[in-house]
């Protein structure tokens, strides 16, 4: 009896651990979650904006962007005609269709060479950030 009580503990003993050890695996790694954003942001738009304010360089600081009218950031002036014009306010699924593809939601944009990123969880990523830099 005592050994059938030893062998049903040590399996219950065992599958939990393997499912521990399976949950752990599978999590991202805190840092990683943490620098998602950031990191998407940098690759994909350090070369031309910043997300300090007032930061403006070859385009405009992006600090404060969610709920912002286009073509409005303080300090930058070098909007295309388009963009000032377009009436858009920037949300997260504005930004995600321009994100995706800058020309088709406000053609003759200064963006250039800047075509788009089609990766979703990308632009989820950089959004994400932007929003909480808002």
Known sequence: MHHRNFTAVALLTWGLVYAAVMIVSAAPARGETA????????NNCR???????GDNRLGPSLNKVIGRKAGT?????????????????????TLDKFITN????????????????????V????????KSQS
Not at 47 to 53: E, G, M, N, P, V
Not at 102 to 121: E, L, R
Not at 123 to 130: D, E, G, P, V, Y
């Open 35 to 42: 620098n998602a954003g950031p990191e998407a942001f940098n």
């Open 47 to 53: 070369t031309c904006h910043s997300a300090k304010a």
């Open 73 to 93: 950031a303080p300090g930058y002036s070098n909007y295309s005609q388009g963009l000032k014009s377009s009436g858009i306010v920037w949300d997260e699924t």
């Open 102 to 121: 800058p020309d088709a939601v406000v053609p003759n944009n200064n963006m250039k060479p800047f075509k788009g990123i089609s990766d979703a969880t």
């Open 123 to 130: 632009r989820a990523k950089i959004i994400a950030f932007l």
